[in-house]
Structure formats: C-alpha cells, structure tokens
T-cell receptor, first 115, second 114 residues
Framework: GAGVSQSPSNKVTEKGKDVELRCDPI?????LYWYRQRLGQGLEFLIY????????KSGLPSDRFSAERTGESVSTLTIQRTQQEDSAVYLC?????????????FGEGSRLTVL | AQSVAQPEDQVNVAEGNPLTVKCTYS??????LFWYVQYPNRGLQFLLK????DNLVKGSYGFEAEFNKSQTSFHLKKPSALVSDSALYFC????????????WGAGTKLIIKP
C-alpha cells in the first residue's frame, strides 16, 4: 500500500476482554515495529520483526501481550484480558532499511480505551 | 544508562521568529540521531537524521538540526516559524547496544502563535 495502515483506528473495550490490533506495512518493508504511546509520553518499544528472523519481544510488558507477523506482511498485536493501564495509542512502523539507519514509516495508530 | 531528554514539555514561538527544540542524549557508541514530528491525530513523520559527516543536518519543511558531540545534543531549529509547524516533536537515538532499537524522548509540544 501507499503507507502503513492500522486498524481499528479506535477501539473501546471492557476490562478483561481480548483485543487484536492489525498493522499492514508498506510493501517490501522487512522491518516492523510496534510501539505504545501513553498520553503525554514518548514511544515505548514493544516488539520488532525483521524478515524471517526471530522477533525481539523484549519490550512486551507482560505475557498478556503477543504479536505475530507472517513473513514480511501483516502483523497483529493481541492483548489478552485487557486492563485499564493498557489504554494507549498503539503505533506500528515499518522500514525497508535493513541497516536500520533510515527512517521509520508510521501508521496513524490504534487508540485503545479500556473501560 | 541510555537515554534521550527533551527538557521542555512545550515551546511557544511567535510566527516568523526562529525556533529551537532541545534534545540531549546519552548512548554508548556513536549515536544515530533522529527527529520526528507528530501532527494531531496523525502518525509520526520523519524530519531528519544524523548518522555521520557534517554536524549540521537539513531536513523536511525547512528544519535543521546540529549535532554537538561535546554537549551530547541534537537541537532542532528553524529560522522562521510557521503556524503550520505547530505539532509534537520527538527526538530519538539509536540504542548503542542494538542495531535497530530507538530510544525516544518524551516529546515537545511546539506552539506557533500568529
């Protein structure tokens, strides 16, 4: 696609429910990142995918969080048993630069509100 | 510890005046430094980067930034501010321990008043 696409753009859920967030990166981009952005704060790294290599999951805050990516295509971030502290904007970014010195292309984010 | 600091939560500038958004960093190894801008309800957009070479880097929308190794700073500047520059600005540095992770500042809200 022309840019990084994320869905849903907004999600309101009840505490304890599971949610799934989707990211469709720019075609051909091998690197994909998930970040969490809480209100008024910077970006918090969650997970990184690079091609077919094992993902770096070191930023996932708990075992309720998981993410998958099939090859170099769509990625899904799943949050199980959501808590109010999970409320944030979840940003996805992709990059074609395997040396990771280049820019990241960001989606517009998925705003999650847990009631 | 690896870190990025943006000491100002908000910067207010009159249109037409020069602007500076400050960023300092602490990272092992040679820093790769970036500035991104986030407009309301939009994703982040890349502005400019410093990898190596000339300390003064020029980027999108007339912005530039100066890498200062002795002061470990990478301040964002523009000679003449526009109202449309009003946005949230993030500084980031590539983590010296990783070849892909970025450490992000908390962001600075830039408000340009007509």
């Amino acid at each position: 696609g022309a840019g990084v696409s994320q869905s849903p753009s907004n999600k309101v859920t009840e505490k304890g429910k599971d949610v799934e967030l989707r990211c469709d990166p720019i075609s051909g981009h091998t690197a994909l990142y998930w970040y969490r952005q809480r209100l008024g704060q910077g970006l918090e790294f969650l997970i990184y995918f690079q091609g077919n290599s094992a993902p770096d999951k070191s930023g996932l805050p708990s075992d309720r969080f998981s993410a998958e990516r099939t090859g170099e295509s769509v990625s899904t971030l799943t949050i199980q048993r959501t808590q109010q502290e999970d409320s944030a904007v979840y940003l996805c970014a992709s990059s074609h630069d395997t040396r990771n010195t280049g820019e990241l292309f960001f989606g517009e984010g998925s705003r999650l509100t847990v009631l | 510890a690896q870190s990025v600091a943006q000491p100002e939560d908000q910067v207010n500038v009159a249109e037409g005046n020069p602007l500076t958004v400050k960023c300092t960093y602490s990272v092992s190894g040679n820093p790769y430094l970036f500035w991104y801008v986030q407009y309301p309800n939009r994703g982040l957009q890349f502005l400019l980067k410093y990898i190596t070479g000339d300390n003064l880097v020029k980027g999108s929308y007339g912005f530039e930034a100066e890498f200062n190794k002795s002061q470990t700073s990478f301040h964002l500047k523009k000679p003449s501010a526009l109202v449309s520059d009003s946005a949230l600005y993030f500084c980031a540095v590539r983590d010296g321990r990783s070849n892909y992770q970025l450490i992000w500042g908390a962001g600075t809200k830039l408000i340009i008043k007509p």
